[in-house]
């Protein structure tokens, strides 16, 4: 069901994800966060991190394979 979900949810790009991920960081260096909602953020900030390095990765192996191959290679918007 959570696949579901998720599935639904609209794609955030990684502009976006990198924002709150710094807010996140802030709010959790403030320390004025309870113990229950400190986890949720890095929960939360776990999982953006996750997608964030993931989405490096896809466009590192993109710009690796133009540079080795000398031509354009297909590119997809994320949406």
């Known amino acids: 069901m959570a696949e579901v979900n998720a599935a639904k949810q ?3 790009s990684f502009e976006q994800s990198m924002t709150r991920l710094e807010q996140i960081v802030e709010m959790l ?3 004025e966060c309870d113990l229950d909602q400190s986890l949720k953020l890095f ?8 997608r964030c390095e993931k989405m490096l ?3 590192e192996q993109k710009v690796t394979i ?5 031509k354009e290679a297909p590119f997809q918007a994320e949406g």
């Not at 929960?43 to 996750?50: K, W, Y």
């Open 10 to 12: 609209p794609e955030v």
């Open 29 to 31: 260096e403030r320390g």
């Open 43 to 50: 929960e939360e900030g776990a999982g953006l991190a996750a």
């Open 57 to 59: 990765d896809e466009a």
């Open 66 to 70: 133009l540079l080795e191959s000398g």
